[in-house]
Structure formats: structure tokens, C-alpha cells
């Protein structure tokens, strides 16, 4: 069960830091606790997502390098130009395409590439810790304490068919990620 939650962990922050990385540098003062603005995504998106991906990870090397925490404009115009050259209108655009993106993705199974609602997997992870007599106390409070807050900031997908959407192409996206 705790390699479960770690497991889900890892897969949430990575796909969340992939994905959300260059959003700091339109939004620096993003916190975790925003409510993701979800669409309805389609698949011609998808595959700009996929697409822009090689170009985005270079320019999230570039901020990772940057020794000051406001936004260059420079890389704020490479970030337009990627979104706009991969069929995005524009940086905003690209960014709610990849936050919805990776709603879905952490929400899959790597094993089994069953969706659960993130609402759901929570709920249910929060009721196998509670439940699990093999965990100390101190190591059960954390562990509960720490999806509790997950649970918070979770939100179910408005958009089913963004589920079929993504897993469909969940191995190219899981490429990219990569």
C-alpha cells in the first residue's frame, strides 16, 4: 500500500512538474492550490502537446538555469512561439491543454492504464491507510495527513471523454514526459 502512494506520488509530481515547469515563467506565483481551468480537449491538441514537448523541455533547462525569479520576457516570447508553432493560439492555450493533460494522466494506472478519478483514488487510498493495522501510528497520521491535503486540491474530471482522449494516446504522451 505505501509503495502504492508513493507510486501515485511520483507519478502525480513528475507528470505535474513536466508539464507545469514553464508555466512559472508566465505565472510565477501559481500555487498548487489553484484550481486547474478545465476544457474539453481534442485531439488535433493532443498531438501539439506531444509535439511541443522537446522544445518545452528545453526551454524549462533554460528557466532551471535563470538566476532570478522574474520572468524573462525572452523566454516568455519562446514559450508564445512553441505554443503558436505547434498549433496552440497561444502560451495560455498550450498551458490548460497540459494541465488537463495531466489531470487525466495521474488518474491512470501505469500498470493497468485503468483511469480512476482522482476524487475517487484518493478517497479509497484514504481508506486503505486508515484501515492498514501494519503501519505505526506516526507513519499513518503523516501518511493520511498528506492525502487529506491531496483530497483538497483534487477536482473529478468535467470532461469524460478526455479520459478516452488521453489514454489513447498515453504512450506517445508518456514519451515525451519522459
Known amino acids: 500500500m505505501r509503495n502504492l502512494l508513493k507510486a501515485w506520488s511520483a507519478i502525480l509530481a513528475l507528470t505535474l512538474a513536466a508539464v507545469m515547469l514553464p508555466s512559472l515563467?508566465?505565472?510565477?506565483?501559481?500555487?498548487?492550490?489553484?484550481?486547474?481551468?478545465?476544457?474539453?480537449?481534442?485531439?488535433?491538441?493532443?498531438?501539439?502537446?506531444?509535439?511541443?514537448?522537446?522544445?518545452?523541455?528545453?526551454?524549462?533547462?533554460?528557466?532551471?538555469?535563470?538566476?532570478?525569479?522574474?520572468?524573462?520576457?525572452?523566454?516568455?516570447?519562446?514559450?508564445?512561439?512553441?505554443?503558436?508553432?505547434?498549433?496552440?493560439?497561444?502560451?495560455?492555450?498550450?498551458?490548460?491543454?497540459?494541465?488537463?493533460i495531466s489531470m487525466v494522466m495521474a488518474g491512470i494506472d501505469p500498470t493497468t492504464g485503468n483511469y480512476t478519478d482522482p476524487v475517487a483514488s484518493i478517497k479509497k487510498e484514504i481508506d486503505e491507510v486508515g484501515a492498514d493495522k501494519s503501519l505505526a501510528e506516526k507513519d499513518k497520521k503523516q501518511m493520511l495527513d498528506e492525502l487529506t491535503e491531496a483530497l483538497k486540491s483534487a477536482q473529478p474530471i468535467q470532461f469524460p471523454e478526455n479520459v478516452e482522449l488521453v489514454k489513447k494516446n498515453r504512450a506517445d504522451i508518456d514519451k515525451v514526459l519522459q
Open 25 to 100: 515563467a508566465i505565472a510565477p506565483t501559481a500555487s498548487a492550490q489553484d484550481v486547474i481551468k478545465q476544457i474539453k480537449l481534442t485531439d488535433p491538441q493532443i498531438k501539439g502537446f506531444i509535439a511541443a514537448q522537446a522544445d518545452m523541455a528545453k526551454i524549462s533547462e533554460k528557466m532551471q538555469a535563470a538566476t532570478s525569479e522574474k520572468p524573462d520576457p525572452k523566454i516568455q516570447a519562446e514559450l508564445e512561439a512553441i505554443a503558436t508553432k505547434n498549433g496552440f493560439k497561444d502560451f495560455a492555450e498550450y498551458d490548460d491543454v497540459a494541465a488537463n
